[in-house]
């Protein structure tokens, strides 16, 4: 099983899916556009989430970081004037400093990854889309920001006019990733946001044309005319696509054979441009999660 991730919206599918396959059956495509270098390390937060989750380390209260982690590395930066973009805690940090040294002595970002997840005893397959960096620009009155400055630093408050991926015209398909590709023809997309977590892994050359050929689908991150969560409703609009579920079908295109929409969607199934289907997509517990997971699996087989 093949799924396409951000940081939160399909790490939640995860946590459900891990239940009824084993994680050695699944192998996760991971967005890196919104890598940032943080105190001379690589921070790589939706890898890391998914990392975590399988590690059993994920504080899913938050979906980010490790679960009790301290923060006294950077308490005490901060104490010395150094202000860090995001908040890393002290066993996260670790993480990054592991990758950063193995890239450091020329691996590439994907043999970084495996070899982290082989010291986190992660049995499922995280790969991250690709090695070459790429960086989600948002484009507001204010200038051109990376993302994490947009959602973190200004907590998304900013007018979007555009989204760019910076980047994205030199990454290319990492070998790893052909080859999960090659062994499975199921695909799911998760519900994390579809312009800044799914749209780079989707805008990698042949990635659209690959997955054409598969069996995928899409979970809506979108409930009626409003996000789960996130900035996805503001960042769809940027881009001219309505904020609904069927506007998530839309800027997929022609590599869905099915969107899952939640059965309190009011959205008419008849303005999708492929088969929509409903069932409970508000993951609120481990449970939910496992039953929707459960509900996709079964999607599968009725897909000839």
Request: hydrophobic share 40%; net charge negative.
């Amino acid at each position: 099983m093949i799924l396409l991730s951000g940081g939160t919206g399909t790490p939640k599918l995860l946590q459900g899916l891990r239940k009824l396959i084993p994680d050695e059956e699944i192998t996760v495509i991971v967005n890196t556009a919104e890598d940032i270098m943080i105190s001379g390390n690589l921070v790589s937060p939706d890898v890391d989430t998914v990392l975590y989750l399988f590690s059993g380390q994920l504080d899913d209260a938050k979906w980010w970081g490790v679960r009790n982690d301290t923060f006294h590395t950077h308490n005490a930066l901060k104490k010395m004037g150094i202000n860090e973009k995001l908040m890393i805690g002290d066993t996260d940090r670790a993480a990054h400093i592991f990758r950063s040294e193995i890239m450091r002595t020329g691996a590439r970002l994907t043999e970084a990854t495996m070899q982290l997840s082989t010291a986190l005893r992660i049995r499922a397959v995280v790969l991250p889309m690709c090695d070459e960096k790429v960086d989600t620009m948002i484009s507001t009155p204010q200038g051109d920001m990376h993302f994490q400055d947009f959602w973190v630093g200004a907590h998304g408050e900013p007018d979007v006019l555009d989204i760019k991926i910076k980047g994205i015209e030199k990454a290319k398909l990492t070998e790893e990733v052909m080859k999960a590709l090659g062994s499975d023809d199921r695909v799911i997309i998760g519900p994390s946001n579809p312009i800044t977590s799914i749209g780079p892994i989707i805008s990698i050359e042949h990635m659209r044309g690959i997955l054409s050929f598969k069996k995928v689908i899409a979970i809506s991150p979108i409930i009626g005319n409003a996000p789960v969560s996130g900035p996805a409703g503001k960042l769809m609009r940027a881009k001219g696509y309505p904020v609904s579920s069927a506007g998530v079908a839309q800027y997929y295109g022609d590599i869905l054979d099915v969107m899952v929409i939640d059965e309190r969607d009011t959205s008419d199934e008849r303005d999708f441009p492929v088969k929509a289907v409903r069932f409970d997509t508000m993951m609120t517990s481990v449970e939910k999660s496992e039953a929707l997971a459960g509900y996709v699996l079964e999607l599968f087989e009725t897909l000839c």
